[in-house]
């Protein structure tokens, strides 16, 4: 379907939901988890580390890896995918930000509210007691080939700081998945961005919309199988949310 359709029906749409995944932010230079893994973590699979019992098994592995996701998150820059999200919200009357990312691009480059369903790079806490970690840690970039970090210590109960991550087989938090599901329930209109869709429960939020009769648009560069209701749109998030926000209000 041409984008100038999909923006006729966005400048109709009351409610819009902007589901992101990784490929939302490949474009600021963050590896999204389906592109190969290099260096030290070449033998790695993400799913393998973004796991507690990686953590447990080989803290300084673990930690190493979030720092140089973390310090690459900082090191880039919002890019046009996520400043045509923020601008959205000026154009739309109820514009509903989901992320499955964990870096903060959507906050910097302006939106607000933004339901983070797998938690942040930006809010470590302690493995143990479970407590904020409140001291700043390093911001200068990693070596690309990677290197194991020591995780620093809880100020309160001394235990190991860990990711403020959902990790695979971690529930969920309830707030932000009851707040997602609601709006994806409620929404006339769900922009999927740059995600595979393999991972569960966030996988479902498409489905959600579409048994509430939204219109379900995908962007995403590699064209896979959609259903009859569902409408792609192939091409980068960046150049493809561009057009889409520039067809439909500027
Ligand atoms: N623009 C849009 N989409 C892109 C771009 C781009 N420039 N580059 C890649 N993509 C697409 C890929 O084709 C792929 O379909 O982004 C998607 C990224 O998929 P994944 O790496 O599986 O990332 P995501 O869908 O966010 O993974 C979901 O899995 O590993 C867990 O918790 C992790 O939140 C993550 C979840």
Redesign the pocket.
Known sequence: MPITTIAELLQKAKHVVVFT????S??SGIP????ALTGLWENFD??KL?TAEAFHADPSLCWGWYEWRRRKVIQAQPNEAHRAIAQLANHVPKLTVIT??VDDLHERAGSSAVIHL?GSLHSPRCVDCGAAHQSPLPSEPLPEAGIRIEPPRCTRCNGYVRPGVIWFGEMLADEAWTNAMAAAKECDFFLS???????YP?AELPFAALANHAKVVH????RFAISRQDFFIQG???SSMKSLVEEAFL
């Open positions: 995944g990784a490929g939302a490949a474009e999204t988890f389906r592109d993400a799913s973004a499955q990312n797998h961005i740059g995600t595979s869709g393999v991972v966030a962007i995403n560069p590699v980068t998030a960046a």
